[in-house]
């Protein structure tokens, strides 16, 4: 593939990935069933300060962002972008699909969102335009510390839902289920939506400790 023809699929794959993912997170939080950790905090924010879930992810993504100074993180183009479009494409779906007050439609939405996630994820991470500010807060705390990606991610997903939770935060049968389908959900889209790299001779996604984040939770 073209080196410009790639570059220009990759630019297409992080930006439909970043207002995927916020499009389904917005989903989850429309279904009412729990949403996935950081939309927990997120959400519990947004009813402490009255701002909408958008623009706390926005807040939330540039703080963490400062958390990388210390951590010796580099940001690329995908970082940056995840802080500002993840917020704005979950409060412009939000604003376009209303409350779900049925259950019936509640338990089609979270399925939905949580499929769409992972579809988002592989996309974006497929993109390799480095990772999120979140992904990379785990990923810098490995690097640093010696600890298990898998520990580094866990123990911050525990904080963040106990403090989103304690704020009001929805926490439920969703929450369950997005943690434990996530991993393959993003696996299997990541093989699907894997560029080539710039050799042409392989389709692997770039090994990248973001991709490892997704999947070894």
Do not use: C
């Not at 958008?54 to 995840?82: E, M």
């Not at 704005?88 to 769409?116: F, H």
């Not at 991470?125 to 807060?137: E, H, K, N, Q």
Request: charged share 10%; hydrophobic share 50%.
């Amino acid at each position: 593939m073209p080196t410009r023809h790639r570059l220009g699929r990759r630019l297409v794959q992080l930006y439909a990935g970043l207002a995927l993912y916020g499009a389904s997170a917005a989903l989850l939080l429309r279904a009412g069933l729990g949403m996935e950790p950081w939309g927990v905090l997120h959400q519990g924010l947004a009813k402490l300060t009255g701002l909408t879930i958008g623009v706390v992810s926005i807040i939330v993504g540039a703080a963490v962002l400062l958390l990388w100074i210390p951590l010796r993180q580099r940001p690329g183009l995908g970082t940056v972008s995840n802080v500002f479009a993840v917020g704005l494409a979950m409060d412009g779906t939000l604003a376009l699909v209303p409350d779900a007050r049925s259950l019936a439609v509640r338990v089609l939405l979270l399925p939905a969102g949580i499929v769409l996630n992972g579809v988002a994820t592989g996309l974006y991470i497929s993109a390799r335009f480095g990772p999120g500010p979140r992904d990379g807060l785990m990923t810098g705390l490995h690097r640093r510390t010696g600890r298990s990606i898998r520990l580094m991610r866990t123990g911050i997903e525990v904080v963040v839902v106990v403090t989103g939770f304690l704020l009001g935060g929805t926490v439920g049968v969703g929450t369950v289920l997005y943690a434990v389908s996530i991993g393959p959900l993003a696996q299997l889209f990541l093989r699907v939506f894997a560029v080539p790299a710039a050799s042409g001779g392989s389709t692997v996604v770039a090994a990248a400790t973001p991709e490892q984040v997704i999947l070894r939770p």
